[in-house]
């Protein structure tokens, strides 16, 4: 089919290859040979009278006018999409799909679990993709890339609707036979002691940096990780305490022996929350996605 002259098969093609900056990756993706994509960015490249992806180095790197397409390619796809999703019902026992999940390790440890045990009856229909979640997730919940987002309030966006799932508040774990493993905690401990901390990113922290920042409350980090469920075994045998949260550290606290301390200040709860793309509420089988992890939030709450 075309329109105003371009095949719009072809824009599934460059939103692909906007995304991937590769062409044996948009091929792949596509299930075409790769002279078939080449064929194909050639005739985009003919349409917008611009190269689209140009190699730069090593690297294939966007040109100007792709980057000012790729949200409005990805606007217009993501609309295409969830028209066609919107079907009369979504019946979990035949239909045949896979969600795609942007969220944290955190997330992975708390209410995923409950989640694959109230889908579990339907493992032979449902799958899910769990997406590792960035710096800017609501980039690819605009892209369509990610059908559901699972974070903190202060990461979801503005601009699409969200709902909060559970509350969770932060404490602080500590090897239950070193120097802190006796509690209480107090301030100038707190301070004093070496920390073990994770970074979300390699350039930051997770929320518990923010809001200690907040209250100019500076820690002594002697160990960093990209891992967050390595933060309690990096504990364990030291005399390092770290700041988590709360469900994790009760999880933590089951199999390995470290003590569950209260933090000796104030320090802000923080919702999780559940967001998705607004053109996509209508869409049946994201509703009954979303059922899904409300009734596992209320599961967690009974646990």
Same mark, same amino acid.
């Given at each position: 089919?075309r329109?105003?002259?371009?095949?719009l098969?072809?824009?599934?093609?460059?939103?692909h290859l906007i995304?991937t900056?590769s062409?044996?990756?948009?091929?792949?993706?596509?299930?075409l040979?790769?002279?078939?994509?080449?064929?194909?960015?050639?005739?985009l490249?003919?349409?917008?009278?611009d190269p689209?992806?140009?190699?730069v180095g090593?690297?294939?790197?966007?040109?100007?006018?792709?980057e000012?397409l790729?949200?409005?390619?990805?606007?217009v796809?993501?609309?295409?999409?969830?028209a066609?999703?919107?079907?009369?019902?979504?019946?979990?026992?035949?239909?045949?799909?896979?969600?795609?999940?942007?969220?944290?390790d955190y997330?992975?440890?708390?209410?995923?679990?409950?989640?694959l045990?109230?889908?579990?009856?339907?493992?032979?229909?449902?799958?899910?993709?769990f997406?590792?979640?960035?710096e800017?997730?609501?980039v690819?919940?605009?892209?369509g890339?990610?059908?559901?987002?699972?974070?903190?309030?202060?990461?979801?966006?503005?601009?699409?609707? $969200?709902v909060?799932?559970?509350?969770?508040d932060?404490c602080?774990?500590?090897?239950?036979?070193?120097?802190?493993g006796k509690g209480?905690?107090?301030?100038?401990?707190?301070?004093?002691?070496?920390h073990?901390?994770?970074?979300s990113s390699?350039?930051?922290g997770?929320?518990d940096?923010?809001?200690?920042?907040?209250?100019e409350?500076a820690?002594?980090?002697?160990?960093?990780?990209?891992?967050?469920?390595?933060?309690?075994?990096?504990?364990?045998?030291?005399?390092?305490i770290a700041?988590?949260?709360?469900?994790?550290?009760?999880l933590?606290?089951?199999?390995l022996?470290i003590t569950?301390?209260e933090?000796?200040?104030?320090?802000?709860?923080?919702?999780?929350?559940?967001?998705?793309?607004?053109?996509? $509420?209508r869409?049946p089988?994201i509703?009954w996605?979303?059922d899904?992890?409300?009734?596992a939030? $209320?599961?967690?709450?009974c646990?």
């Open positions: 089919m329109f105003n002259k371009l095949d098969n072809l824009l599934v093609a460059l939103n995304v900056k062409i044996s990756g948009t091929a792949e993706r596509m299930n040979s790769q002279s078939a994509m080449s064929s194909a960015l050639g005739r490249r003919q349409y917008f009278d689209l992806l140009v190699r090593q690297k294939m790197e966007l040109t100007v006018r792709a000012t790729r949200t409005e390619i990805a606007d796809l993501t609309r295409i999409e969830a066609l999703a919107t079907k009369p019902a979504f019946d979990p026992k035949v239909a045949s799909r896979e969600f795609r999940l942007l969220v944290s997330s992975l440890h708390t209410i995923i679990p409950p989640v045990q109230l889908t579990a009856s339907f493992a032979d229909h449902i799958r899910f993709r997406l590792r979640l960035t800017k997730p609501n690819m919940i605009e892209r890339e990610a059908d559901l987002l699972i974070a903190p309030r202060v990461v979801c966006s503005p601009e699409h609707p $969200s909060k799932l559970f509350e969770d932060y602080c774990v500590a090897w239950r036979r070193g120097k802190y209480p905690l107090t301030r100038r401990a707190f301070v004093a002691a070496g073990v901390r994770y970074l390699p350039t930051a997770a929320l940096s923010v809001l200690l920042d907040q209250l409350i820690r002594r980090t002697e160990v960093s990780t990209f891992a967050f469920s390595s933060v309690p075994h990096l504990v364990v045998g030291t005399d390092r700041v988590v949260h709360r469900r994790t550290a009760q933590w606290a089951r199999h022996p569950v301390l933090i000796p200040f104030p320090l802000e709860r923080f919702e999780q929350q559940m967001q998705w793309h607004q053109y996509r $509420s869409d089988g509703t996605m979303r899904i992890f409300e009734r939030a $209320s599961k967690m709450a646990d």
